[in-house]
């Protein structure tokens, strides 16, 4: 079954420090691959995500995230974060030629201190 | 106007009561879900209908019972709420191909 591995549960930066949030996932055909994030008491929104073509995307926001099929990985980078950076980051996968089901990873707190 | 709205936003109800939870999207998706984010942000996918038709039945007790008038509408309707049933649960929908779902504002359910 796919799964979603979110390194960090909880990262703590100063505002203008630069990011990378980890993600593995686990399935090995094609997948889709998304970056969501939510805003404290909101709900989620998606920031970026994958299906083909250049591994290095970019989103919102100043967001970028890589997909490297070789790691499994799906790394979330932002180079220099903002005091309204702070959410929950989730990383989400569907496994292609299966049903549209996305799922989660347990998402990442990031706290920006200003 | 809202994509994807659900009502109520808030929920506070004695356990052993039955609540339903609606939903509405106005994106023309087709297929629509039902998740729950518990009291450490996990979110879990319930169920998932395609053009009202039932297609991810997850592991959730029979007390959730999803029903779907038409392609637009996903309600969820829960008997003799627990305690464990306190969440935030999430309306989504999405286009054919898995494009990445839009969220509605979820209604935070307390059960008290």
């Known amino acids: 079954a796919q799964s979603v591995s979110q390194h960090n549960h909880h990262v703590i930066l100063s505002e203008a420090a630069s990011l990378e949030l980890g993600c593995n996932y686990s399935y090995g055909g094609t997948v889709n691959l998304f970056w969501y994030v939510q805003y404290p008491g909101q709900h989620l929104q998606l920031l970026l995500k994958y299906f083909s073509g250049d591994p290095l995307v970019k989103g919102i926001k100043g967001f970028e995230a890589e997909f490297i099929k070789s790691k499994f990985s799906f790394n979330l980078r932002k180079p220099s974060v903002q005091w309204s950076d702070t959410a929950e980051y989730f990383c989400?996968?569907?496994?292609?030629?299966?049903?549209?089901?996305?799922?989660f990873g347990k998402g990442t707190r990031l706290h920006i201190l200003p | 106007d809202t994509a994807v709205s659900q009502t109520p936003k808030y929920l506070v109800t004695q356990m052993g009561n039955d609540k339903s939870i609606k939903c509405e999207q106005n994106?023309?998706?087709?297929?629509m879900y039902w998740y729950k984010q518990d009291s450490k942000k996990f979110l879990k996918i319930m169920f998932s209908y395609n053009n009202k038709e039932l297609i991810i039945n997850e592991t959730v007790p029979n007390r959730f019972s999803p029903k779907s008038p038409d392609k637009a509408h996903l309600n969820l309707h829960i008997n003799s709420l627990e305690l464990g049933d306190s969440a935030v649960y999430f309306c989504?929908?999405?286009?054919?191909?898995?494009?990445?779902?839009?969220f509605g504002s979820g209604t935070r359910l307390t059960v008290v």
């Open positions: 994106l023309g998706h087709d297929t």
């Open positions: 989400a996968v569907n496994a292609m030629n299966r049903d549209d089901k996305i799922i």
């Open positions: 989504a929908s999405s286009p054919p191909g898995s494009h990445g779902y839009t």
